[in-house]
């Protein structure tokens, strides 16, 4: 059974922390990393997709590295905001065809 | 462009009583679809795939079923629901031969067995 943590499991900033989340995910077999978004009543939407080890990606003030060796991916929100507040997903790929989801991380933004 | 429609959104049934949530993609042919469920206070937990028309891959043995009678079309369904069947289920799906594997999420289907 493909296991995929994620913790905290909720994290309460305030607006302009900086915060990080862990995902962890098997070493073997790797194909790809997901991170995903999920807004409250909204679709969870894709923010990387991270392939090889030690790829780190951005989108604004927020970022992931990659650990495939280790088994590990951290997402950093650098200045949070408000409207940062959502559930962040990791997915992992071990095939082409399917992501096994970890059970997200609560961030809530206090202004 | 490509769009997931999932319906209804919300479904409030007995036990006992039979399911049918239904998913469609448009603007795209031969996607992979897929059904996750969002159980209360858990993640995103796999329930089926399809690479094509008939094609369901099962990964959790459980009281539902799928479907995929069109090319674009992904159902989910059940005889009798049970308690432990109320949740939030997400439709999606990813292009075939996308090398990303992002997925697009449907709207989102909240069911809840009484």
Redesign the interface.
Known sequence: ILNVEQSPQSLHVQEGDSTNFTCSFPSSNFYALHWYRWETAKSPEALFVMTLNGDEKKKGRISATLNTKEGYSYLYIKGSQPEDSATYLCAFSGGYNKLIFGAGTRLAVHP | SQTIHQWPATLVQPVGSPLSLECTVEGTSNP?L?W?RQAAG?????LF?S?GIGQI?S?VPQNLSASRPQDRQFILSSKKLLLSDSGFY?CAWKGASSN?????????SRLTVL
């Open positions: 992979n897929y996750y858990r993640g995103l937990q796999l795939y690479v891959s990964e997400l990303t594997g992002e997925l697009f999420f449907g709207e989102g």
